[in-house]
């Protein structure tokens, strides 16, 4: 084994759940063509609130891929984290029993910004309608925010390093942060992401009071950052989990390094503060890039925050030109979620598996919906652009005020 300074986090598995495809390929071939999936929200008990579009997963049976006694433990943001695990796995070419010499080896770090209201919101309904004997011995974790993080591991026997990020949206991106210094401290495998389900009624009904929530019912016209039509943002469920190893490791093994999580950083700026959200991006960029020994002029692409409010993508905006300088204003810069809604956590998850597909095909998806930018930006519009991406910059906000950056470099460049 190598020194622990000399480890380093690869990326070897892939596995998405999300409004626009419920494998990798699905998503990637959806991502690349710049399909919107925004839609009217269809979920029952949602037809009378205001927030009318979303992105939904409609084409997701649990049963067919999540043993019976784990789904009547567990919510759909769980069901969700599963699925995207065991094909994150599969893709890494890892199966029960093959993450290292002892269970120990192997762990897992999910975010999660919603939880499992669906779960909960059907076992209060039980206890106000019925009674407390009728609410079920589940409804203690199945709804907690962890509750992902630990039906992975305890399904798949991970003893090792297990935890749940909570920082807002931008806790995607922590968490596979924590998972690249959980190797760099000598685990062997980490299986790190997040999946969110915050589409059921209760959970809609949150939402209601975030100002930033878009409430436009025009499903081509209710997420268009960078526009001088950004109204707000869509929120959206699904999600992405990857497999994190030490790259040495996969390399034994005859598995491709994907890419490499190669800098992290994160800020704070407080909830809604849009304008000081520039320079506390712009810090985290620094620090990514820092850590990363990437100097400005390496990064290729960057996968936008795009919240589309006014002045937050204005502010998103100054970020990338105050980290980057002037190469800021001529990197392309993408948002495929505006074709499939703002996942919270899960988001920023989404945008690092399209990151890394985007630098395995020499291929930058287009920003669905959008077209008339009105930012200093090299914005990806219309149809992808090919592009040799070696180093890829994904960013994210959180509502209550955090801010992320993660740098991947491309798996050659290892």
């Known amino acids: 084994?190598?020194?622990?300074?000399?480890?380093?986090?690869?990326?070897?598995?892939?596995?998405?759940?999300?409004?626009?495809?419920?494998?990798?390929?699905?998503?990637?071939?959806?991502?690349?063509?710049?399909?919107?999936?925004?839609?009217?929200?269809?979920?029952?008990?949602?037809?009378?609130?205001?927030?009318?579009?979303?992105?939904?997963?409609?084409?997701?049976?649990?049963?067919?891929?999540?043993?019976?006694?784990?789904?009547?433990?567990?919510?759909?943001?769980?069901?969700?984290?599963?699925?995207?695990?065991?094909?994150?796995?599969?893709?890494?070419?890892?199966?029960?029993?093959?993450?290292?010499d002892t269970p120990f080896s192997a762990g897992v770090v999910t975010a999660a910004g919603s939880g499992g209201g669906e779960f909960g919101q059907r076992e209060l309904q039980k206890l106000w309608g019925k009674g407390s004997r009728f609410v079920g011995p589940w409804q203690s974790i199945a709804w907690f925010y962890a509750a992902s993080t630990g039906q992975i591991s305890i399904r798949r026997g991970f003893k090792g390093p297990c935890s749940v990020v909570a920082a807002d949206e931008a806790g995607g991106l922590d968490a596979l942060a924590h998972a690249a210094r959980a190797v760099g401290r000598g685990t062997d495998v980490i299986v790190a992401g997040s999946t969110e389900a915050p589409l059921a009624p209760y959970s809609m009904v949150c939402q209601l009071g975030y100002q930033e929530l878009s409430p436009v019912d025009d499903p081509a016209r209710a997420y268009r950052p960078f526009t001088d039509s950004a109204c707000g943002f869509v929120p959206a469920e699904g999600g992405a989990m990857l497999v994190v190893e030490e790259a040495g490791a996969a390399r034994e093994r005859g598995v491709p390094v994907r890419a490499t999580?190669?800098?992290?950083?994160?800020?704070?700026?407080?909830?809604?503060?849009?304008?000081?959200s520039r320079e506390g991006l712009a810090e985290a960029v620094r620090g990514a890039l820092a850590e990363a020994g990437c100097s400005p002029q390496e990064v290729d692409v960057v996968f936008a925050d795009a919240l589309g409010v006014p002045e937050a993508d204005r502010a998103e905006a100054l970020a990338i030109a105050d980290a980057l300088g002037a190469h800021g204003r001529r990197v392309p810069v993408t948002a495929p979620k505006t074709g499939t809604g703002r996942g919270y956590c899960a988001a920023p998850v989404l945008d690092v598996a399209a990151a890394v597909?985007?630098?395995?095909?020499?291929?930058?998806?287009?920003?669905?919906?959008?077209?008339?930018?009105?930012?200093?930006?090299?914005?990806?519009?219309?149809?992808?652009r090919a592009a040799d991406v070696r180093t890829a910059l994904v960013l994210s906000r959180g509502l209550m005020g955090s801010n992320s950056a993660l740098v991947l470099r491309h798996g050659a460049d290892e």
């Open 357 to 384: 597909l985007a630098m395995e095909h020499g291929l930058i998806p287009p920003t669905p919906n959008v077209f008339d930018i009105c930012h200093d930006l090299d914005l990806v519009t219309s149809r992808a």
């Open 261 to 276: 999580v190669a800098g992290h950083a994160a800020t704070f700026t407080g909830a809604s503060r849009w304008e000081q």
């Open 1 to 100: 084994m190598s020194a622990p300074h000399e480890r380093r986090a690869a990326v070897t598995g892939i596995g998405v759940v999300a409004p626009n495809g419920t494998s990798t390929e699905t998503f990637w071939k959806s991502v690349q063509e710049g399909l919107s999936v925004l839609d009217r929200v269809t979920r029952e008990g949602c037809e009378h609130l205001p927030l009318k579009v979303a992105g939904e997963v409609r084409s997701f049976d649990p049963s067919a891929v999540v043993e019976e006694r784990y789904l009547v433990q567990t919510d759909r943001f769980t069901h969700f984290a599963m699925a995207a695990a065991d094909m994150a796995l599969q893709d890494a070419r890892l199966g029960q029993g093959d993450t290292g």
